[in-house]
């Protein structure tokens, strides 16, 4: 029962579900025991799908990237999980699609009362939906800090210099679409 309560969202969906079977066999293997398909159902719906009931009938490589995305977020969410450990959920999306992904997470943090581990190498995604910022460097993490204060003023070397090309490459670009 206990592995229940961490659930973890990777970072490539089209490598990580089981192409033989049907989405409504995946989530029933992500289920608790005796879990009824209405739930199947809604849990699609909450990760965003509205074609639910159809969705289920499906086999991974029928669904877009973003549809794959969302499945694995409701194999996270079907069993009521205390912590999803979410990585890098939007890499394998494109741009338009990345911002309702993590708009999402972020809600059904909230909704359903759970903590989300958001680990993400784009500091623009850590600054716009992180409530507590921990940077690893050389495998050793090396500072923890509210999201506001470690972007006001982070205090490892390495967490500066992160912070500051993050900056940098914001003012670049920004430039860039000015001269365009």
Request: net charge neutral.
């Amino acid at each position: 029962m206990r592995r229940r309560k961490i659930r973890y969202i990777f970072q490539e969906p089209y490598l990580t579900l089981n192409p033989l079977l049907k989405i409504k066999t995946l989530l029933r293997h992500a289920a608790p025991p005796e879990t009824p398909d209405t739930i199947l159902t809604e849990s699609l719906t909450q990760a965003g799908l509205n074609n639910a009931s159809d969705v289920l009938t499906h086999y991974p490589h029928q669904l877009s990237v973003g549809m794959q995305q969302r499945v694995m977020i409701a194999m996270a969410i079907i069993a009521r999980p205390t912590l999803i450990i979410a990585d890098e959920p939007t890499s394998a999306l494109d741009e338009s699609l990345r911002e309702e992904v993590l708009v999402l997470l972020k809600s059904l943090q909230r909704s359903q009362r759970m903590s989300l581990l958001l680990v993400t190498h784009d500091l623009s995604i850590a600054r716009r939906y992180a409530d507590f910022v921990g940077v690893l460097y050389q495998g050793s993490l090396v500072e923890v800090a509210e999201a506001e204060k470690f972007f006001r003023s982070p205090e490892h070397q390495y967490s500066r210099l992160l912070v500051e090309s993050s900056l940098r490459s914001t003012r670049e670009s920004f430039s860039e679409e000015n001269r365009i």
